[in-house]
């Protein structure tokens, strides 16, 4: 059976896929997120996250050619890599994880009573007897509404310490999602990573997403 390796941290992004019949090994990259959109300045935003995707998928194929470890050695054999990346669009610039209290608080600020745009890209590699076969990128957008909340929400939200490490600064399947009044469209994508596009992307490099669901017997 082909081996999903998922090469990301978010523990959102595997639950999105375990719920959805995938339970994909983790493996990590460690690419400068920041330098490498400091070197992307100019492009466009979808081409920006997608980009990153695509970074991160190197760097995994990487760390699989030097593993010697069983499980990643079975990825190579006949497996597929998803990686992914996510921004939020506002005012034409892009925000990643604020990191600090001190930006999460100002972009909350900015954001409320506003809607912005939440984009994921995705980079989908196929890997057969130890090489690339095939790959497919492309990203989500999906609009996101945000409650026109007050300085003391946003300063109790913050003080949680979940939108520091999580793109845009807020989330929709956690404490966050209280604090918008909706979205408009796929939110898988905003969790992380797209169930309807990551199924197109597995199409184009020559595999049905049912063929990877791990059903219970």
Excluded at 25 to 44: C, K, N, P, W
Excluded at 77 to 91: A, E, F, N, P, R
Aim: glycine content about 10%.
């Amino acid at each position: 059976m082909t081996r999903v390796l998922l090469g990301s941290a978010s523990p959102a992004r595997r639950r999105v896929l375990v719920a959805a019949g995938i339970n994909p090994l983790v493996l990590v990259s460690d690419i400068d997120e920041d330098a490498l959109v400091q070197q992307l300045t100019g492009q466009r935003p979808e081409q920006i996250v997608t980009t990153l995707a695509e970074a991160k998928a190197a760097e995994i194929i990487s760390m699989i050619a030097a593993s010697d470890h069983p499980e990643i050695d079975a990825v190579a054999d006949d497996g597929v890599v998803l990686t992914c990346d996510s921004m939020l669009l506002l005012d034409g610039e892009l925000a990643g994880k604020p990191r600090t209290a001190e930006v999460a608080i100002a972009r909350w600020q900015t954001m409320r009573g506003r809607t912005g745009r939440l984009l994921t890209g995705h980079a989908v590699t196929r890997l057969t007897g130890g090489v690339v076969t095939a790959s497919a990128a492309a990203s989500a957008a999906t609009a996101i509404r945000f409650s026109d909340v007050s300085d003391a929400v946003i300063e109790r939200y913050v003080a949680t310490g979940e939108p520091l490490e999580v793109a845009g600064a807020f989330t929709l399947d956690g404490m966050g999602g209280w604090l918008l009044d909706g979205i408009d469209g796929d939110p898988s994508s905003v969790i992380g990573i797209s169930l309807p596009l990551t199924r197109d992307l597995l199409t184009q490099v020559g595999l049905d997403v049912t063929s990877l669901w791990q059903v219970p017997n």
